[in-house]
C-alpha cells in the first residue's frame, strides 16, 4: 500500500497504474512529477467517489465509450494500445471500469459546480474591449504544389525544367496532375487551406510571402525539389466581440469551476483522514 484515504487503500498496483496514464496526459513532466501527480490522482479520486456514492448518478455505457475513445486518441493503431494495455498489465475490462470511475467523477463535480453564469456579458466584453490584440486571426492561403523527388543534379535540372514551363495555373494544374511525386497530384496539386507553420519550415518561409497566382522558383528540402503556386490569400484581421463571445464565454465558465472545484477539493483534503505511508 502507498496510501490510507478514510480508510479507502491506495496500493503499489493502482499507483503503477495511474502513472502510466499521468505520463500519457502530461508528456512535460519528469519521473518525480508523475509520481505526485499519481499520488494526488488516487487520493482525489478516492475523496470524491466517497462523496459522490451519496448521489445516484448514472453513468451511461456510450458515456464510458466517448471516454475510451478520448483515450484511443492518445495511440497510432490499435494494435500500439493493445501493446501497452498488455505492458502495464491492465485488461480492457479494468480499463473500462477506471474510465467510469473518471466519467462518474466528472459527472458529479459538473453537476455540483457547473457555471451557470448568464450576467458575465459586460465582464466579458470589457475584457475583450482590454485585450483586442490578442483576438487576431492568423493568415491564411490555399496552396498547389509539385514535388520532384530525389537529391541529385538530375532532378534538381528536372524540377527547373517543369518550373520555366509554367506560365499560368492552368499549367501548373497540369503538369502537377502529371509528374508531381506528392499526393496532391490527385487533387492537381492542391494542398488545401494552411496556416503558418503547417509546411516545412524551408516552404512556410517562401509560401507566406507569395502573392496570389505567384509560381515560386525551385525550393530544395530533405523530400526533393518543390515548386509552389499561391492560388489564394486570406489576411488575418482583427476579431471582433460577436466572433469570440462563445470562446470567451466557454474560457470563463471553465475557468470558474476549476477554481470552485480546487477550492472544493481543498477542503475535503483537510477533512478527510490521509495516510501516505
Known amino acids: 500500500m502507498v496510501a490510507i484515504v478514510n480508510g479507502i487503500r491506495i496500493t503499489k498496483e493502482q499507483l503503477r497504474k495511474e502513472k502510466y496514464f499521468v505520463s500519457l496526459r502530461d508528456v512535460d513532466l519528469d519521473q518525480e512529477g508523475i509520481f505526485k501527480q499519481a499520488l494526488r490522482n488516487l487520493i482525489d479520486a478516492a475523496i470524491i467517489l466517497e462523496q459522490s456514492q451519496k448521489e445516484l448518478l448514472d453513468v451511461k455505457e456510450c458515456e464510458i465509450d466517448e471516454a475510451l475513445v478520448d483515450f484511443l486518441s492518445y495511440f ?3 494494435e500500439n ?3 501497452k494495455l498488455e505492458e502495464i498489465a491492465i485488461t480492457e475490462d479494468e480499463l473500462r471500469e477506471r474510465l467510469e470511475q473518471h466519467v462518474r467523477v466528472g459527472k ?3 453537476g ?3 457555471c451557470k453564469d448568464n450576467a458575465c456579458e459586460e465582464r466579458l466584453y470589457r475584457f475583450f474591449e482590454s485585450n483586442r490584440e490578442l483576438f487576431t486571426s492568423d493568415v491564411k492561403i490555399r496552396l498547389s504544389h509539385i514535388l520532384i523527388k530525389g537529391d541529385c543534379e538530375e532532378a534538381r535540372q528536372c524540377a527547373q525544367g517543369i518550373k520555366e514551363k ?3 495555373p492552368e499549367d501548373f494544374e497540369r503538369i502537377a496532375a502529371t509528374v508531381s511525386k506528392c499526393p496532391s497530384s490527385s487533387q492537381y496539386g492542391d494542398l488545401g487551406y494552411l496556416l503558418p507553420g503547417e509546411l516545412i519550415p524551408e516552404l512556410d518561409e517562401v509560401a507566406f510571402k507569395m502573392k ?3 509560381i515560386s522558383d525551385v525550393i530544395k528540402t530533405s523530400f526533393g525539389f518543390h515548386i509552389l503556386l499561391l492560388t489564394e490569400l486570406i489576411p488575418g484581421k482583427k476579431l471582433e466581440f460577436d466572433e469570440v463571445r462563445e470562446f470567451l ?3 470563463h465558465q471553465n475557468a470558474m469551476m476549476e477554481m470552485n472545484v480546487e ?4 477542503e475535503l483534503r483537510k477533512k478527510a483522514d490521509i495516510k501516505i505511508l
Open 81 to 83: 494500445y493493445k501493446n
Open 263 to 266: 477550492k472544493y477539493l481543498n
Open 108 to 110: 458529479f463535480l459538473a
Open 249 to 251: 464565454s466557454d474560457y
Open 166 to 168: 509554367l506560365h499560368s
Open 112 to 114: 455540483k459546480f457547473e
Open 76 to 78: 497510432s493503431c490499435e
Open 212 to 214: 496570389p497566382g505567384e
